[in-house]
Every structure is written in structure tokens, then in C-alpha cells.
């Protein structure tokens, strides 16, 4: 079950391709790896290197055409779907935010213990909350169109974070955010998933 510890993260071998690919579209080939619990991976590539499919593989929105992910040795398509997808932190290169206030779309059913302001100052995004009209409960339109492109992903990077999994995924999640805030927020993250597992 999901829990605050640590998880180790492993492919074995894995083979995936995009459906509908012919024989040789393969995005990744033979990829093994294993990350520890507690600790950190970065995967760097140029565009279509297959950085995103590797994101998208931990929390099945597909799974391997060969090979096997295991989390804490146990292959993930064992595992209940929503059990999964708790222990993941996912941070997509696309960032989706709900017709809702911010707080709703940070918080996203996770209790409001303190936790808004803390994910908040980690993602760099306790200045946007102090100049929005009605600050955290301020309601956002269709897809955050009333937020800027670099604060969408501050936004989805403090949503991340409030659900307090054991895993983080990232995946270009600093995109669209100027050099000086993506220093300030990776130094932040440094603190907050401290003793998590993180790509």
C-alpha cells in the first residue's frame, strides 16, 4: 500500500513502443535501471529520446512491451491501478489544471494542514497566490487559462507534493519557468524529497 516510505524503482529490460508502431518504433530498447529507495535519477536526452515514455511507463499509462517495473520488487501491473497511481508523485510536461480555485487544484482532496502554504513556497508559488484576486481561492478557468504557462507548472509541481508520495516523477516539469526560479525550486526540492525516491 501506499505510505510515506521510500520506494525503490526498477526496470528490467523494458521494450516499449507507442500503440499502433510498427516492429521497429521502438521508443525505448532493453532500459534497465534501478533507483534505490530515498534516492535521485536524472535522465537527460535530447527531444523524442523517450524521456517522457519512460515517466509515462512508471505510472501505466502504458505498459512495457517486454520487460517488467517493479516497485519495491513487486511488478507494477500486480498492483491495484489507484494504489499506484497514490504512491506517484507526476509532475507531465503538460500541465492540466481543473476549473476550480488553486487551493482545490493544488490540494486536489488532500487535507489543507499547513500543507498549501509549505508546497506552495516550494514550488515558487507563494508570490502568484499573493497577487491573484482572491489569492488561494481564486477560481481558475478552463485549464488555468488565467495562469501563466510557468505558473501552471508551479501549480502542478505543489499538487505533487501535497499528496506526500513516496515516489516523485518529474518530467520537464521546469519548462516553462525563467533559470533563476527553476534554481530556487530544484534547491527546494532537494530539501522537500529528501529520503524520497525521485526521477
Do not use: C, M
Amino acid at each position: 500500500p501506499a505510505g510515506r516510505a521510500a520506494r525503490s524503482l526498477t526496470f528490467e529490460g523494458v521494450w516499449s513502443r507507442y500503440p499502433g508502431a510498427h516492429e521497429r518504433g521502438w521508443v525505448l530498447q532493453d532500459l534497465s535501471f534501478q533507483v534505490p529507495a530515498g534516492r535521485s535519477l536524472a535522465v537527460v536526452g535530447p527531444t523524442g529520446a523517450g524521456k517522457s515514455t519512460l515517466a509515462d511507463l512508471v505510472i501505466r499509462t502504458y505498459d512495457p512491451d517486454r520487460g517488467r517495473i517493479l516497485l519495491d520488487g513487486v511488478d507494477i501491473r500486480e498492483l491495484d491501478l489507484g494504489e499506484l497511481r497514490r504512491a506517484v508523485g507526476f509532475v507531465p510536461q503538460e500541465t492540466f489544471l481543473f476549473s476550480e480555485t488553486v487551493a482545490e487544484n493544488i490540494l486536489l482532496g488532500a487535507p489543507n494542514d499547513g500543507r498549501l502554504a509549505r508546497v506552495a513556497e516550494t514550488a515558487q508559488l507563494t508570490e502568484t497566490l499573493r497577487i491573484l484576486p482572491a489569492g488561494a481561492d481564486t477560481l481558475l478557468g478552463e485549464r488555468g487559462v488565467n495562469l501563466s504557462g510557468g505558473q501552471k507548472q508551479r501549480a502542478a509541481i505543489a499538487r505533487a507534493l501535497a499528496q506526500d508520495p513516496p515516489l516523485f516523477v518529474l518530467d520537464d516539469a521546469l519548462s516553462a519557468v525563467d533559470t533563476q526560479t527553476e534554481a530556487t525550486i530544484l534547491a527546494a526540492l532537494r530539501g522537500a524529497l529528501r529520503g524520497r525516491t525521485s526521477v
